[in-house]
C-alpha cells in the first residue's frame, strides 16, 4: 500500500463549558482516535481541524491536544461550527489529515459520549 493523505474524523460531547469538561472529551477523543488507528503517527498529521458548537468557548480544543506528547508539532486549528436548532449541543468535533500507509476504508473514526448519535454507521466497538 501506498502512503496517502487521508482522513480521520471523530467527534465527542463536553458533559459543561468548563476547562476541565472540554479537556477530558478532548483527551479521551485523541486517545482513542490513536488507539483505534495504530498507524496514526502525530509525526504524519499534516493538518487538523477542531470545530465546536456556539454553547463551548471555555478553552480552544487544539491546545488541549497539543498539550499530548508529540502533538506539539501538529498544525491545528480551531473553528466554531454554525448554530443549527435542534444539533447536538456541546459537541466537539475533529478532522484530522494524516499521511498513512492504510487504505481510507480502515480508517476508524470515533464518535464517543453523545457525539455517538451523529454517525451510528461508523460507530464500532474497540
Not at 70 to 78: H, S
Request: include cysteine; charged fraction near 20%; aromatic fraction near 6%.
Amino acid at each position: 500500500m501506498n502512503w496517502r493523505v487521508r482522513g480521520i474524523r471523530g467527534a465527542t460531547t463536553a458533559e459543561a463549558n468548563t476547562y476541565g469538561a472540554i479537556r477530558a472529551a478532548v483527551l479521551e477523543l485523541m486517545s482513542e482516535l490513536e488507539t483505534r488507528n495504530p498507524h496514526l503517527d502525530p509525526h504524519e498529521v499534516a493538518s487538523a481541524t477542531f470545530s465546536v458548537t456556539p454553547d463551548l468557548d471555555a478553552v480552544f480544543p487544539a491546545q488541549i491536544a497539543r498539550s499530548r506528547s508529540n502533538w506539539e508539532i501538529v498544525p491545528f486549528v480551531d473553528v466554531q461550527h454554525f448554530a443549527v436548532a435542534g444539533s447536538l449541543p456541546r459537541c466537539i468535533r475533529v478532522l484530522l489529515h494524516v499521511n498513512m500507509p492504510v487504505a481510507q476504508r480502515d480508517i476508524h473514526h470515533v464518535y464517543l459520549r453523545g457525539a455517538s448519535e451523529l454517525r451510528p454507521d461508523l460507530v464500532r466497538l474497540p
